[in-house]
């Protein structure tokens, strides 16, 4: 069975520091997916990582893919209060998603 | 991005009634829904999949007959939960595949927050 492990599950940091999230899976998957969550939201798609040595960025986030490791990391740069949520790293087969316990972050100024 | 729309957001009943929830696709179709239940501060749990035209795949340990899908046309999907009871209220998420180009992304509903006097 598929199982997804988020390290930290709680991140408090500065403004303007970097920090990075990382996302273990136990099995093989074809896809791996970044979220984020605001509380009592839905979530809001970030990145979809379809390969191996997949990278994607968009502003203060970076997100990799390594399949062989079964390791995605979600990289935080320059963090700002904004970026406070939950995120989540769903991974699976064929659209079929397994969720972990999703790691919190809190920016604070 | 492609939306999806889920109606109500929140719905507050008594034990023993039944409610429908509604996912819809609003700018696109989707041949394949899914649901989520979400328990306050845990990770979203795939409850099923919902599939154009056919019966939806249930999750191990997820009533097919408490939790009835219906899939009716490329753009809705309905959970119904019934009989529901305290121990059902929680967040209910519904996700659409997206559209021909995105069809690897899940795009989620907003939820619906139901909670069972």
């Known amino acids: 069975e598929l199982k997804v492990e988020q390290n930290p599950l709680f991140l408090s940091m500065q403004e303007g520091k970097n920090y990075t999230i990382y996302c273990n899976y136990s099995t093989t998957s074809d896809r791996l997916y970044w979220y984020r969550q605001d509380p009592g939201k839905s979530l809001e798609s970030l990145f979809v990582?379809?390969?191996?040595?997949a990278v994607k960025q968009e502003g203060r986030l970076m997100a990799s893919l390594d399949t062989k490791a079964r390791l995605s990391t979600l990289h935080i740069t320059a963090a700002v209060h904004d970026l406070s949520a939950t995120y989540f790293c769903?991974?699976?087969?064929?659209?079929?998603?397994?969720f972990g316990a999703g790691t919190r972050l809190t920016v604070k100024p | 991005g492609a939306v999806v729309s889920q109606h109500p957001s929140r719905v507050i009943c008594k034990s023993g009634t039944s409610v429908k929830i509604e996912c819809r696709s609003l700018?696109?179709?989707?041949?394949?829904m899914f649901w989520y239940r979400q328990f306050p501060k845990q990770s979203l749990m795939l409850m099923a999949t919902s599939n154009e035209g056919s019966k939806a795949t249930y999750e191990q340990g997820v009533e097919k007959d408490k939790f009835l899908i219906n899939h009716a046309s490329l753009t809705l999907s309905t959970l119904t939960v019934t009989s529901a009871h305290p121990e059902d209220s929680s967040f209910y998420i519904c996700s659409a595949l997206g559209p021909a180009g995105e069809e690897d992304t899940q795009y989620f509903g907003p939820g619906t927050r139901l909670t069972v006097l």
């Open positions: 990582l379809l390969s191996n040595g």
């Open positions: 700018d696109f179709q989707a041949t394949t």
């Open positions: 769903p991974t699976g087969q064929n659209n079929d998603m397994r």
